[in-house]
């Protein structure tokens, strides 16, 4: 199945992707996740991408579309992909299009989770994550022991951006750049939206209702 996982900072996109990647045993292509782990790596493009995320912006069109073309190439892509983080402007989404083309693996459903703003930014102040991409809430979804995390025993750390102004800054890029593809996909008559503010069970819950019709 060909997914993306849409949707503001906080809604979600992550914890849902670490689970329906195991769940259907597709890939989740986290495109925050790639630049955080240049950014730890500390290689160029790492360095590059830090100046504007620290910021709460997004990082120029170019580096993401590359990121994403290398990414999908990869033969673990052939059976399908999710998508998380990735596209968030209009010329993102124009060039997945024709990246997918390409390769013959058309996009089928885009799950667009809506979480009301003063939800996010609890759940972006009470974040806690892990190295190995996965994320706990210090109260909504707490680890087994407090600061570790319970699949891979690394310590958690509370991401740059998720200070208080940078999540602020963060939903206003979302609003700007990113929301005009609400639209965008719905016209394409592939949008699916999620109810997001339920708990973690129940959406996920919704999601796979909504796939199951794509296995
Ligand atoms: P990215 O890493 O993609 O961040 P984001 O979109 O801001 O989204 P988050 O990861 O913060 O939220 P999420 O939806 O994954 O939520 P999560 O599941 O963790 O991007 C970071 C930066 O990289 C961008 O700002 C930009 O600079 C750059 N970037 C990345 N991609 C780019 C692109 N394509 N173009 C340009 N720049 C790009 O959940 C959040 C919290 O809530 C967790 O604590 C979790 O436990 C909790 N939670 C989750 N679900 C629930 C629930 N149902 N109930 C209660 N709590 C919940
Ligand atoms: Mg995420
Ligand atoms: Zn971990």
Do not use: W
């Not at 925050?32 to 991408?49: F, H, P, Y």
């Not at 994550?129 to 109260?139: L, M, Q």
């Not at 310590?155 to 609400?182: A, G, H, M």
Request: net charge negative; hydrophobic share 35%.
């Amino acid at each position: 199945m060909n997914v993306v996982l849409f949707g503001p900072p906080g809604a979600g996109k992550g914890t849902q992707a670490k689970e329906l990647s195991k769940h259907y045993d597709i890939p989740h292509i986290s495109t925050g996740d790639i630049l955080r782990a240049n950014v730890a790596e500390g290689t160029d493009l790492g360095k590059k991408a830090a100046e504007y995320m620290n910021k709460g912006e997004l990082v120029p069109d170019e580096v993401l579309i590359g990121i994403i073309k290398n990414r999908i190439a990869e033969p673990d892509c052939k059976s399908g992909y999710l998508l998380d983080g990735y596209p968030r402007t209009v010329p993102q989404a124009d060039a997945l299009s024709d990246i997918l083309k390409d390769i013959n693996m058309p996009l089928e459903v885009v799950l667009n989770i809506a979480v009301p703003d003063e939800e996010l930014v609890i759940r972006l102040a009470g974040r806690y994550s892990c190295k190995c991409g996965e994320s706990y809430h210090i109260k909504f979804n707490p680890p087994k022991e407090a600061g570790i995390c319970d699949v891979c025993g690394k310590e958690l750390y509370q991401r740059d951006d998720d200070k208080e102004e940078v999540i602020r800054q963060r939903l206003v890029s979302y609003k700007r750049n990113t929301q005009p593809l609400i639209d965008y996909y719905e016209k394409a008559g592939l949008l699916v939206n999620i109810e997001g503010a339920g708990e973690i069970d129940e959406v996920f819950g919704q999601i796979i209702n909504v796939l199951d019709q794509y296995k």
